[in-house]
Structures are given as structure tokens and as C-alpha cells.
């Protein structure tokens, strides 16, 4: 097959049955409840745009390991250009959707796992590396979305794993046998699982001798016996329950970004889906390679197609209000555009000097100082972005009334005349680009884009470590004809 239509697609989330819970109740069908259905439909744009001859330049490529076109997020990058094609796919999903495209975790943990699995073959004799490719050819011929999984709820930060009093607060094998593996615990804040095919696992954080059992990499169906997927509930969620016309809301095809508990109560998973198991010594490669490939998407990427959503909203804005000869507004439009190039040129040059990783694997991971720098970087540009965004669209960000009053004849003609700024453009157009930049400004992605991929802090620990000052020494010896080490000047006569 390859690559799948969206109604294909549609079609093989109706086969699945995970167990979902929202709000105190049970999901019967994430195809029909209306915030998981946001999950659904952004999925199902990916499938649309690899088959759309406009888009699937960058939303599809050829596979080597099968001899088909696939689509591109179940590809692994073998080259530079890849790397590029993967920064390009990462804005022009965020930009159309206005919302995350549920696959990319999945995406960048396949770069993590085809990385790490070469090497502890190379390095241990394990067969972890073509169990893998197998699974990969899997997804790709039957153009699977995957999910990625990674955060967990963790004990208390000031002790280690084996002393925290619940040892399941990191996803932990309770049983390996001739089979497969048993584990037990849980991954928190995981974007759109459950409307993928398959959940793709990945160890939280580096791992030491005695934590074996917590050294675990492997990938699952959503619906396997003992997995529960407990979901986010916001006040977007409650107003999107609640409307009777989607057309009301921010985004109203693809909405916020929709997360979950997934907890794994004694789950099966057969070895030929086990990808590292006990090498407690590659658990930190694991999650500094899919560090840096998530770290260029989240920073670089992604947040340059968001911010084009806010510079257009913001725009219309001004232009509804009259204002495009304001100067003050003029100086933010462009200081948004500031922000958001930078964060581009972040990314890019992340992906344009990606590396071979290890060298011999095939495998093309960005690079690691670009790519902390990249979400560093948009971490306080968001921010920026936001505060401009809503001072260019007033109060009426936050006071705004329901679209449901230009259907109410008490109200009606009120809102008409006072809403419209004097301007002849219709009142509904007015309150949803405002609705949208509510959304954005008021919503969940501010602080979404400050911890996804990792929070600051974890960033500026990265960068300490892979920054090395030594051509910078170099410049100013050679500059100022510094003497070696232990060598004295000579007295003058």
C-alpha cells in the first residue's frame, strides 16, 4: 500500500479499539467525540498532503528500505537533504493545521532507535538494529502513524530511580521471558496518541547500573491489553464539548493540542517489537539523539508555521481596525517577523549541518548545538510573539463575547455596529481571526512551547555540554601572539 488515503485512514482507527477516558467518562470513539476528533483530522490532513501533487514534495519520499514512496514521517533521514526536507515538512504541517501534527514525536523517536539500535550491535553483538528495520518497513508499507512516548511522571528529583517509593513512576519490565517483555507505569503529556496506529516508546532520561529493568525501548499497538489513555481537560476542551458550531472556535477543524496520560498496566510486548532492553549504558543516546531531532522540530520548525498563524491574524487585525499606516504596530508586525525568521534560520542551519550519527549508521540526526539553540531560542521568542500579538489585537482578546450573539436577534444588530470598528468588513470575519488569536495568546501553547522537547533548563544543561570554546582561544592567541604555556618572555636588553 504505502502510502494511504485519508479515508483509508479513517477507516483503520475504526478497527481499533483503545481505551480513552475524558473528563470522568468514557471515549466510546475518538473518531466522534469532538476533541479527540481534532486529533483524527490533523492525522488525517498528513495522508491527504503525501498524496496532493502541490505538497507531497515535501510530505512523501522514497523509502530505500521497501523501494516505495512513503510518507515522510515514517521516514528515516539518510541525508542532509532529508534533514531539510523534515525542517520544511515541520512548518508547513504547524502553518496549515494551526495545531501540532500528531506523527512528528513518532517520527523523530524512529531517527533515535535506528541511530542507537546500529550501535549497540556494533558495539554489544545484540540483533536490536534489523528487528527494528523490520518494524519500520511495517510501518511503511501500510503507512502507519505513530506516535512518540517519552515523558514520565518521575519521583522526587532529589532521589534516584530505585529509591523513589513507587518504583512504576518510571516505566519499569516486571517480567522478560521467551516471548517478549511485562511492563509497568506510565508516559505523561503525550500528544495524540490515540488517534495513531501505534505508540512508539522510548526511555525518559539516562539510566545507571542497578536500573536495568528501566532501560526499555519498544513499540505497541494504541490498543494492547492494559493500556489506558487518561486525556487532557481544559477549558478549550469544555467550550469545544459544548459548541454547537464549530465554526465558533479558534481552530475549529483542528483545535488545541490534545495530550494524554498513557498508562501501561502490565503490557505485553512480543520481542520482535523490543528494540533495547537492559542496556542501561544507551538509554541517555537514546534520548540525546531524539533530543536533538525533536529539539530542531519544536524550535525551529513547527513554531515558525505557528508564528505565521499569529502574524496573519495580527495583520488582518490591523487592517480591520484601519490602523496599517500606525507606526508603533508596523515596528511589532516586523518584530514579529524578526522572531520568527531567526527561529527558521535555527532550524535550517540544525538540519543543514546535520551529521552521519553514528558514523556507518546511515543515520542523519541534526546538529546538536543548532539544534538546543533552536529551541532555546523560540522558547523566548514565543513568548515575545504572544505579548505582541496581544497587544495588536486589544482587550477584546479576552472579553470577547460568543459568535453565537450574531444569531441572536435581541443582540444581533449590537454586536453588528460595535464589533465592526466602523469597517466594512462583516463582523463575524472581525471576532474569529480575534477568536483565533485568543486561542493563540491566551491559550495553550505558550507554555506547550516552553517545555515541549524539553524545558529551558534542560536546553542550557545541553549546551554546556556539547559547546567547546576552542576555536574561539584559538582566534585571540593567534590574534595577540600569546606565548605557550610555561614559556617566559624574553628580558629586552
Not at 33 to 57: C, F, G, I, M, Q
Not at 154 to 162: Q, S
Not at 393 to 403: E, M
Request: charged share 25%; glycine share 8%.
Amino acid at each position: 500500500m504505502a502510502l494511504m488515503t485519508p479515508e483509508q485512514f479513517e477507516e483503520s482507527l475504526k478497527k481499533l479499539k483503545p481505551r480513552v477516558f475524558m473528563n470522568g467518562k468514557r471515549v466510546t470513539s475518538v473518531l466522534e467525540n469532538k476533541n479527540t476528533r481534532t486529533v483524527v483530522e490533523a492525522n488525517k490532513a498528513s495522508y491527504a498532503w503525501a498524496l496532493d501533487p502541490k505538497y507531497r514534495d515535501i510530505m512523501s519520499c522514497y523509502s530505500p528500505l521497501i523501494g516505495e514512496v512513503v510518507n515522510r514521517y515514517t521516514h528515516v533521514s539518510a541525508s542532509v537533504d532529508d534533514l531539510v526536507k523534515k525542517a520544511e515538512a515541520g512548518t508547513f504541517t504547524a502553518e496549515m493545521l494551526g495545531t501540532c501534527i500528531y506523527r512528528c514525536v513518532g517520527y523523530d523517536a524512529f531517527h533515535a532507535l535506528a541511530s542507537t539500535t546500529w550501535e549497540m550491535d556494533r558495539d554489544l553483538g545484540t540483533g536490536y538494529h534489523p528487528r527494528f528495520l523490520e518494524y519500520l518497513k511495517m510501518v511503511q508499507r501500510q503507512d502507519l502513524s505513530a506516535a512518540g512516548a517519552l515523558t514520565e511522571p518521575r519521583g522526587e528529583r532529589n532521589k534516584k530511580t530505585l529509591e523513589w517509593p513507587d518504583p512504576y513512576l518510571s516505566l519499569k519490565m516486571v517480567d522478560k521471558n521467551k516471548d517478549g517483555i511485562v511492563v509497568r507505569g506510565a508516559k505523561i503529556n503525550i500528544s495524540g496518541a490515540y488517534a495513531s496506529h501505534e505508540l512508539v516508546v522510548l526511555p525518559q532520561g539516562a539510566h545507571f547500573e542497578g536500573e536495568e529493568e528501566y532501560a526499555v525501548a519498544f513499540a505497541t499497538p494504541v490498543d494492547a491489553k492494559g493500556i489506558t489513555f487518561v486525556c487532557q481537560y481544559t477549558p478549550y476542551s469544555a467550550e469545544r464539548e459544548q459548541a454547537e458550531d464549530l465554526e465558533e472556535l479558534g481552530n475549529p477543524v483542528y483545535g488545541q493540542r490534545e495530550t494524554s496520560m498513557v498508562v501501561f498496566d502490565n503490557v505485553f510486548v512480543p520481542w520482535e517489537r523490543v528494540f533495547h532492553c537492559g542496556e542501561y549504558k544507551y538509554s541517555g543516546k537514546i534520548v540525546a539523539r531524539f533530543a536533538r531531532t525533536h529539539r530542531m522540530t519544536c524550535g525551529g520548525t513547527c513554531k515558525v508555521g505557528f508564528m505565521n498563524q499569529i502574524i496573519g491574524a495580527s495583520r488582518l487585525i490591523q487592517e480591520y481596525k484601519g490602523l496599517e499606516k500606525a507606526a508603533h504596530i508596523n515596528e511589532q508586525l516586523a518584530e514579529m517577523v524578526v522572531l520568527r525568521e531567526t527561529s527558521r534560520a535555527c532550524g535550517l542551519e540544525a538540519a543543514r549541518r546535520g551529521t552521519e550519527e553514528p558514523p556507518g549508521s546511515g543515520v542523519f540526526l541534526p546538529d546538536e548545538l543548532m539544534g538546543n539553540v533552536a529551541k532555546l531560542n523560540v522558547c523566548n521568542a514565543f513568548w515575545r510573539m504572544m505579548a505582541l500579538a496581544g497587544d495588536i489585537g486589544g482587550g477584546l482578546i479576552v472579553t470577547l463575547p460568543s459568535l453565537k450573539e450574531l444569531k441572536n436577534p435581541e443582540v444581533k444588530d449590537y454586536v453588528e455596529e460595535f464589533y465592526s470598528f466602523g469597517s466594512d468588513e462583516p463582523t463575524e470575519n472581525i471576532m474569529k481571526v480575534t477568536k483565533l488569536l485568543q486561542n493563540w495568546t491566551a491559550g495553550l501553547h505558550g507554555v506547550g512551547t516552553w517545555h515541549g522537547a524539553g524545558p529551558v533548563q534542560t536546553q542550557k544543561i545541553m549546551l554546556q555540554r556539547v559547546i567547546s570554546y576552542d576555536h574561539e582561544k584559538k582566534l585571540v592567541k593567534r590574534t595577540l601572539k600569546l606565548k605557550e604555556k610555561g614559556k617566559k618572555s624574553e628580558p629586552e636588553d
